[in-house]
């Protein structure tokens, strides 16, 4: 399925043009001609089975993939050839679902550590507006925090670089509803504050409480594109691709 068959009339200007693109983890070839777009300020997420190829397609757009081919325009500058460090200056950073946390640095020695990339990134202040446990933590080892935590610390640390672009690989797994529910408000207020995120997700009912589109991933391709309006409309349909 192209760009164009799945495309519909969102308003924003696209950031991310992504065609025919092709991954592999070492031999195994796991992209089989991805197309798709997002927009600026949107929110879009990648559903799909297990193995699908979705953790695979964030990656790849980041350039954490040793061989991939195709193209992956970011802002209208090819990336397809470049090193994460050169996507990463685009404004573009990934919270993959490890969530990588320093267990020995404090929740504010986490965030301090990356480096800033671009202008613009969120004060502590702002953080602990959207996070609130972290300000009550903020001086915790990452070993002390619990899952959830330890997910919000893990989007407040890409929040500190500057980025507007997030891919998000699935912030919700297996975290407590309360979490969930509070790392869906904090989606809706970067949303609100001119971000773009790809949010990888198995969870559809928190995907479609934030997101504007679903894109549907299987065997390494996108198969269909779902406007959030159009979620009831499409649940039957949802749920076959889901198995669930």
């Known amino acids: 399925m192209t760009d164009a068959q799945v495309n519909t009339a969102s308003a924003g200007?696209?950031?991310?043009?992504?065609?025919?693109?092709?991954?592999?983890?070492?031999?195994?070839?796991?992209?089989?001609?991805?197309?798709?777009?997002v927009n600026d300020g949107e929110v879009v997420t990648l559903l799909g089975r297990n193995g699908a190829g979705k953790t695979t397609t964030i990656?790849?757009?980041?350039?954490?993939?040793?061989?991939?081919?195709?193209?992956?325009?970011?802002?209208?500058?090819?990336?397809?050839?470049?090193?994460?460090?050169?996507?990463?200056?685009?404004?573009?950073a990934?919270?993959?679902?490890e969530r990588g946390i320093f267990s020995s640095l404090s929740v504010e020695e986490n965030m301090n550590l990356p480096p800033k990339l671009a202008e613009g990134g969120l004060s502590l202040e702002r953080i602990y507006d959207l996070f609130p446990n972290l300000k009550e933590r903020r001086r915790s080892q990452g070993t002390k925090l619990s899952g959830g935590?330890?997910?919000?610390?893990?989007?407040?640390?890409?929040?500190?670089?500057?980025?507007?672009f997030l891919l998000l690989d699935e912030p919700t797994?297996?975290?407590?509803?309360?979490?969930?529910q509070q790392i869906g408000r904090t989606i809706a207020a970067l949303k609100q504050e001119g971000f773009t995120i790809v949010l990888?997700?198995?969870?559809?009912?928190?995907?479609?409480?934030?997101?504007?589109?679903?894109?549907?991933?299987?065997?390494?391709?996108?198969?269909?594109m779902i406007e959030n309006e159009a979620l009831d409309a499409n649940i039957d349909k949802l749920h076959a691709y889901l198995g669930v």
């Open 200 to 224: 990888v997700e198995q969870n559809f009912r928190f995907a479609a409480s934030v997101a504007d589109r679903h894109y549907v991933v299987e065997q390494g391709k996108i198969v269909d």
């Open 149 to 164: 935590e330890q997910q919000m610390l893990a989007i407040a640390r890409i929040l500190r670089t500057g980025s507007k």
């Open 59 to 92: 990656k790849a757009i980041m350039g954490l993939l040793n061989k991939r081919a195709g193209s992956v325009k970011v802002g209208g500058t090819e990336t397809i050839n470049l090193q994460a460090r050169h996507i990463a200056r685009l404004g573009v």
């Open 94 to 97: 990934i919270c993959p679902e």
């Open 13 to 37: 200007k696209p950031l991310l043009q992504v065609d025919g693109l092709e991954g592999w983890y070492g031999e195994s070839h796991v992209l089989h001609g991805m197309d798709f777009h």
């Open 173 to 180: 797994e297996g975290l407590a509803p309360v979490i969930v």
